[in-house]
């Protein structure tokens, strides 16, 4: 079992940043890939973007490539998202998700396969 805790969101102008994160614990943290969803007012979940076991390879959105960074730091058991120029259409609910299953150092962003999630964070991105 391994429960994650979100935190970081909150209430920010068109063109401003927020860093959340997403502390692990219950298991290895290093085992599992982790990814970040996001799911907007009356919108079904989207992924955002994933990282691997090792944090060495990272997959994003294209909606949020070249505006967002996953990191991950194995020895805090914490995955961040770094979100820059963020738009009003970034206004979503965000979850942090881990993936015991997928295979070798790589990424997984399809929702279904994850095995743990968070119980979100809310991002409100104003005009």
């Known amino acids: 079992q391994v429960q994650l805790v979100e935190s970081g969101g909150g209430l920010v102008q068109a063109g401003g940043s927020l860093r959340l994160s997403c502390a692990a614990s219950?298991?290895?943290?290093?085992?599992?890939?982790m990814g970040w969803f996001r799911r907007a007012p009356g919108k079904e979940r989207d992924f955002a973007s994933a990282?691997?076991?090792?944090?060495?390879?990272?997959y994003y959105a294209d909606s949020v490539k070249g505006r967002f960074t996953i990191s991950r730091d194995n020895a805090k058991n914490t995955v961040y998202l770094q979100m820059d120029s963020l738009k009003p259409e970034d206004t979503a609910v965000y979850y942090c998700?881990?993936?015991?299953?997928?295979?070798?150092?790589?990424?997984?962003?399809?929702?279904?396969?994850?095995?743990?999630w968070g119980q979100g964070t809310q991002v409100t991105v104003s005009s």
């Open positions: 219950g298991r290895t943290f290093s085992n599992y890939a």
């Open positions: 990282i691997s076991r090792s944090g060495d390879v990272t």
């Open positions: 998700a881990a993936d015991r299953q997928v295979a070798g150092d790589s990424y997984q962003s399809d929702a279904r396969f994850y095995d743990y």
